[in-house]
């Protein structure tokens, strides 16, 4: 990741890419660890969701935050706030897909 920061500047799509395989990369110990429906693997789903949505993989995104909001949900309950802020991240993704 840092030769192509170094070599492209911090905003290049090759970097958001090393980003997003360093976050596929943790979702995926998460889920070794705590199981794939544990909060704290959709925790790291809706990181993986911003990293996603800054690389305009809008399909990518919402499918992340709807795994995300299925664990949350089922986790806490649908009233609680980490539902809430994904529910909300994804109506925006929604919303800006059309």
């Known amino acids: 990741m840092q030769i192509h920061e170094d070599v492209h500047g911090p905003d290049h799509p090759?970097?958001?890419i090393?980003?997003?395989?360093?976050?596929?990369?943790a979702l995926r110990i998460h889920e070794a660890a705590y199981g794939p429906d544990h909060p704290e693997v959709a925790a790291q789903l809706v990181n993986l969701a911003a990293v996603l949505d800054d690389l305009n993989d809008a399909a990518g995104t919402q499918q992340a935050l709807e795994r995300a909001r299925t664990i949350a949900e089922a986790a806490y309950g649908p009233g609680h706030p980490m539902v809430t802020v994904v529910q909300t991240a994804l109506a925006a993704t929604r919303a800006a897909t059309g």
């Open 14 to 16: 090759a970097v958001g």
């Open 18 to 25: 090393d980003l997003a395989k360093l976050t596929e990369r």
